[in-house]
């Protein structure tokens, strides 16, 4: 697949207000300065489509953009930001839960997951209560330039021997780095292979 127009569609603060569910959507996610509005930008060929920080938390809404007047890639706020007050961090989760389970276009939730980390606790938990929701998701690690490949295989074998844990299938994965477009075809051809899966109201 070949991304040819990304459009900023509606920012939403709550599932009610989204667009019309009349397009399959994909949606990423993942803890706090993981790298998401990045690799959201390397995928739409567009630096400064979705707003970049170095402060975490950045995205505090759910965020819509159109690609290829055929489906939605959608940017969801990050989650496990301590610093983000209480008030607002119970508000984030209300918002995630509604969208994922609620949200009838949905088609899968992209997880990013650092590649230079072992599996987070909050990470787990997270991608444990997606199986027992039946959410269709797909992990994604980031930052893979910052590895050597001996240190990729090997990062990548012990989160999968944590992950066999948790689910009897091996759960979908891809590995990305937006610094260098790795796995941009990857993840594309991954979203064009599922488009079909949606129906159309």
């Not at 667009?19 to 739409?44: D, H, Q, T, W």
């Amino acid at each position: 697949m070949i991304i040819k127009n990304a459009i900023f569609t509606k920012t939403s603060a709550k599932i009610s207000d989204c667009p019309k569910p009349v397009f399959p959507e994909y949606a990423f996610i993942g803890r706090s300065n993981v790298g998401k509005s990045s690799l959201i930008n390397m995928l739409c060929n567009n630096n400064k489509l979705a707003k970049t920080s170095s402060t975490p938390g950045k995205t505090k809404i759910i965020n819509h953009f159109l690609i290829n007047d055929a489906w939605y890639l959608v940017d969801l706020p990050g989650y496990g930001y301590a610093k983000t007050a209480k008030t607002n961090r119970i508000v984030f989760e209300d918002m995630i839960t509604n969208y994922i389970t609620k949200r009838e276009s949905l088609v899968c939730l992209f997880v990013l997951v650092d590649y230079r980390l072992p599996l987070q606790q909050i990470d787990a938990e997270f991608m444990q209560w997606l199986g027992e929701k039946d959410i269709p998701f797909c992990i994604i690690f980031t930052k893979a330039d910052k590895l050597t490949k001996t240190e990729l295989e090997k990062n990548l074998k012990n989160y999968l021997l944590k992950l066999s844990y948790i689910f009897e299938e091996e759960p979908n994965y891809l590995v990305s780095s937006s610094k260098n477009k790795k796995g941009k075809e990857d993840i594309l051809k991954f979203i064009g292979d599922h488009l079909d899966l949606f129906e159309r109201k």
